[in-house]
């Protein structure tokens, strides 16, 4: 095949759509490619499915401005065009931010993220807990829950999952937290085990992901573009 | 949405039921010049959203600027609760507007099941349930859809009801609606103006006469009032309009696909379908309109699959150059086809062969019946060789997977045609081993369902076998299916019955129903949701019996709560078609046979419509 290429871009998930599962996320994906009519790679074999790839599923409730996911194309497209004729395509609430041409042999994205960094809005707490919390958590090497698989429970130390605190803010009526925390198969921090680990309920928070990173170190870089950066708890 | 809903979407399952914003939906300008209408389900989202009826009325008012639709769904057990709790009306979907500001709220009957849902909508939306309690302010609550046909047990609760095909009776409704609304005349003139219309029905202008606790008729409170009201029926489809966009889901629900109906009506004459008897004449859609129809759709929704809808899609006398093309056409991007409705005969399985080329999951075919005889009772005109072929041919071509569906407590069963059912299931099974060409062991599921009788059909007289009979049938046959490669599915009993009472129903019901409602019934029609005992307890207290609507045996000539409402069919075609049941004459089909003077076309001025001379089988 000539001509094929791969796009790599970022998209958003905004509150319209933010209770759709991962699921529905996908299903809503490949409805809009068909009616965008891009020119998709497909698999072999009996059911060929389109060839895509997507980012770690974001749980039902929380919004997101970095999802990441790679198309294969049959026709080599710009990745600016494909931004702007693809966002006409897709639900109100989600939006193409970011499109770039990915390199043959590239990486899969899965192994490009470990990390995320999240925004938590809380009500009615103030900073002062927060940062407590999170001092006393600092301070253990291990918090460990018991966590519900599919194949039974097990016991998880949190406390290495998370990465640090970089923001603590108070807005009104309520406290934002940005928090850095590990994601994907090598090791991944749920909301709710978040929420154990500083003490609030995912259900009364408004949660987004802000980012999502491969960690190397304290050098934190994003799957496109060159936004990375550098961050070591003080 | 209703923003107050917001922070109750973490608590519930299925959020994504209630947040409306899918691709396609309507959102127009609330202003007061505009007839609302709101578009409700008596189900979850889930179900409703598969409904095409609503599909094709929500493009039609929605394209109209004087007009706006919008959509409504019974939220589940769980949002309910939350909803009662805090004091949240139920809400359309795209404004988040209560139910109770629209001009018109709207409900569709598609099965008896769903009634208490209607008024747990009106409770949750706080517009009074019983009609004569509605105030000048409140809206109009009107139903269609096939229960409408014997809509007696509603007639409380119904300001007003349409008989038939909707897409054009709705402009008529809107029109009324919206001069009385500009003359600022009450809901009693409206009403008045609404019964004038060919089709429509104002329960409220008639009263129910009893005597011995039986029904008598109906008696007309206002003058010039018709005796019958009879359906609207189109006698073109293609002058109708059908939408070029579908609303698309993000969560999953049923028929979640492009939908086209290809054809309405079915004249195959089955005694029990209440389908094949309200939506006659027959009338098939040009496929050339047909595939414009799709190519819109698929480019408007991106679905990947593309349903051929009617009650018998085989029948359709271009199905096979039609799924041809579609298929040609969308295979290359990703678009299935599929037939939900096959016959049982051999051209079904060279058709799903056409279909299912890759993956062929599972045949289903309805066979009704164990035997013959009682085959030729109910006028399913398959025969054992005709069974016996198409088996064969579907084990040859490579499937593995048959789903037989039959009816036990039909008229004149005997325990041979039980055991004709064990027999035909371990036949096709045999057949399965001797022919099948698939790696994969043969399997067959039987599924079971117990007959209900149902108006404006040649059984509407039979009563219902009782609870124990069916119960005890179903008992026998799982004794004999028991057998290795043989899977036995059942439908509750239970339901079976409610839905007899529900279908025979009369005016009296009502009270049963807001009763039922009282003790938490809804969601009856879900298996894990149903209260039989307090359905029981609000007869009770009612003091009606259940079973002398389910189970008693009319005689032609009794006067029956749906006298009034007319589909067109004569009452002198049902009766000898009853009569021919009992003798076991089949009746053939007036598609391809003589007349069968049923009286449809005669009495509505249309006639069978076929795209092509038939193709003679």
């Known amino acids: 095949m000539t001509n094929t290429s791969t796009i790599r871009f970022q998209f958003t998930k905004g509150s ?102 999240w925004k938590v809005t809380l009500p009615g707490v ?14 253990q090497d291990s918090f460990v829950v018991e966590r519900q698989t599919k194949r039974g429970n097990r016991q998880v ?33 749920r909301l709710e085990e978040l929420g154990l680990l500083l003490g609030f309920n995912p259900a009364e928070a408004v949660i987004t992901r802000l980012g999502q990173f491969k960690k190397v170190g304290s050098v934190y870089q994003a799957p496109l573009g060159n936004r990375g950066f550098t961050w070591t708890e003080q | 949405m209703d923003k107050r809903l917001l922070p109750l979407l973490p608590l519930v399952s299925k959020p994504a039921r209630y947040t409306n914003n899918e691709v396609n939906a309507v959102h127009k300008e609330w202003t007061e010049d505009k007839v609302k209408m709101v578009l409700a389900f008596p189900d979850v989202y889930d179900v409703g959203m598969g409904h095409l009826g609503f599909k094709i009325l929500y493009a039609i008012i929605n394209g109209r600027s004087d007009a706006l639709a919008e959509r409504a769904y019974a939220p589940w057990v769980d949002m309910q609760q939350l909803m009662s709790e805090r004091g949240i009306p139920l809400t359309a979907l795209e404004s988040g507007r209560s139910l109770a500001d629209f001009d018109l709220v709207g409900f569709t009957l598609q099965h008896e099941l769903s009634y208490t849902n209607i008024l747990k909508m009106l409770d949750l939306a706080g517009i009074p349930r019983r009609s004569r309690e509605r105030r000048e302010g409140d809206p109009l ?221 599972g045949l ?30 579907a084990f040859q071509a490579g499937w593995h997977r048959i789903k037989l569906y039959f009816m036990i407590g039909l008229p004149t069963e005997t325990e041979q045609d039980l055991d004709g059912i064990a027999d035909l299931a371990k036949q096709v ?11 994969k062991r043969p399997e067959v599921t039987v599924s079971v369902a117990s007959f209900v009788p149902k108006p404006h059909t040649p059984f509407q007289w039979r009563g219902q076998d009782p609870l124990e009979v069916l119960q005890g049938k179903q008992e026998y046959l799982m004794e004999r299916l028991r057998h290795p490669g043989i899977q036995f599915s059942l439908h509750k009993v239970e339901h079976s019955f409610l839905e007899a009472v529900f279908s025979r129903g009369d005016r009296r019901l009502g009270a049963v129903l807001e009763r039922a409602v009282d003790l938490g019934c809804q969601f009856d029609s879900w298996d894990d949701q149903l209260r039989f005992e307090s359905w029981l307890q609000a007869f009770r207290d009612e003091g009606l019996d259940p079973k002398e609507y389910a189970q008693r045996c009319l005689e032609p000539g009794d006067p029956l709560p749906w006298d009034h409402l007319s589909p067109g069919v004569d009452t002198k075609f049902l009766v000898q078609e009853w009569q021919r049941a009992q003798q076991a004459v089949p009746t053939p089909d007036c598609r391809w046979d003589r007349c069968s003077l049923c009286g449809v076309c005669f009495n509505l001025k249309v006639a069978n419509k076929l795209t092509e001379v038939g193709r003679g089988d």
């Open chain 2, 364 to 393: 289903t075919f309805a066979p009704e019946a164990g035997t013959q005889r009682l085959r030729d009772v109910i006028n399913k005109n398959v025969s054992d060789q005709d069974l016996k072929e198409v088996v064969q041919a």
């Open chain 1, 157 to 189: 130390n949190l406390r290495p999952l998370l990465f640090g605190l970089p923001r603590i803010a108070q807005l009104e009526g309520a406290v934002e937290v940005h928090c850095l925390a590990a994601v994907g198969s090598e090791g991944n921090l």
């Open chain 1, 16 to 117: 319209e759509v933010r209770f759709l599962s991962h699921l529905d996320v996908l299903r809503a994906f490949e409805r809009a490619v068909r009616r965008a009519g891009l020119p998709m790679a497909y698999s072999e074999g009996f059911s060929p499915r389109p060839i895509v790839s997507y980012s770690f599923p974001l749980p039902v409730g929380a919004l997101s401005e970095a999802e990441y996911a790679d198309y294969r194309l049959v026709e080599d497209w710009d990745p600016a065009f494909f931004l702007e004729h693809f966002n006409r395509y897709l639900p109100p609430g989600f939006q193409v931010v970011q499109a770039e041409r990915l390199p043959e042999g590239s990486p899969a994205l899965m192994s490009e993220i470990n990390a995320a960094l």
């Open chain 2, 141 to 361: 609550v009107l139903a269609g859809g096939p229960c409408a046909f014997n809509v007696e047990p509603l007639a409380d609760f119904l300001d007003f009801v349409v008989l038939g095909e909707g897409e054009e009776v709705i402009h008529e409704v809107l029109d009324v609606a919206k001069a009385g609304k500009q003359r600022g005349v009450g809901r009693r003139e409206i009403l008045r103006e609404l019964a004038r219309l060919r089709g429509v029905y104002v329960p409220g202008f008639y009263r129910a006469v009893y005597a011995q606790g039986k029904f008598q008729g109906l008696e007309a409170l206002e003058p010039n009032l018709p005796t019958t009201i009879e359906k609207r029926v189109a006698p073109d489809l293609g002058a109708l309009p059908f939408p070029e966009e579908f609303v698309v889901p993000y969560t999953e629900v049923i028929h979640d696909r492009v939908m086209v109906e290809i054809l309405r009506g079915c004249t195959r004459g089955c005694r029990f379908c209440q389908a094949g008897m309200i939506y006659r004449p027959v009338r098939e859609r040009d496929p050339e309109q047909l595939k414009e129809q799709v190519a819109k759709l698929v480019k408007s929704t991106g679905y990947d699959e593309i349903s051929l809808s009617s009650l018998s899609s085989g029948d359709y006398t271009q199905i096979r150059p039609l799924v041809k093309e579609l298929i040609a056409t969308y295979q290359g991007c990703g678009v299935s086809v599929s037939l939900p409705s096959l016959r049982l005969d051999s051209f079904a399985v060279e058709l799903a062969e056409e279909i299912q080329k890759a993956r062929k999951t």
């Open chain 1, 126 to 139: 103030s900073p002062e807990d927060v940062e407590g919390r999170w001092q006393s958590l600092k301070a």
């Open chain 2, 429 to 439: 099974l045999a057949w399965g081993r001797q022919y099948r060409t698939s790696r």
